[in-house]
């Protein structure tokens, strides 16, 4: 899937999907934060994570799934994407360690 549709004041509006940063939770609401902006949408994080299934997408807080092709970088506390610091919850780092590669070097003189 390169794109999907989204209801936004009875139109619908194109999003690419490579232009997704994260997705936060906001009540039965989610906001599908992209680099043009925000869009807000009636449908909750769980269902958004369960649309975006097998996409490189995952769940990093109770509050938020990121698109791990914008992660620029991360420590275990905060994953840093272009214009936003997104906090990784205890229960889902692990999850978050298994998606993401890292490349492992021993650096020694």
């Not at 906001?26 to 680099?35: D, G, P, Q, V």
């Not at 275990?76 to 214009?83: G, R």
Request: contains cysteine.
């Amino acid at each position: 899937m390169e794109y999907f549709f989204i209801k936004t004041n009875k139109k619908f509006r194109k999003l690419m999907v490579d232009d997704i940063e994260c997705i936060e939770a906001f009540k039965n609401y989610s906001i599908i934060h992209t680099i043009q902006g925000e869009n807000i949408v009636l449908i909750n994080l769980k269902r958004m994570e369960e649309f975006l299934e097998g996409l490189p997408f995952v769940r990093v807080h109770k509050s938020f799934l990121v698109s791990l092709q914008k992660v620029l970088e991360f420590d275990m506390e905060f994953i840093k994407l272009s214009n936003k610091s997104i906090p990784i919850g205890p229960t889902y780092q692990q999850a978050f360690l298994e998606k993401v590669t890292v490349l492992k070097m021993d650096i020694t003189e």
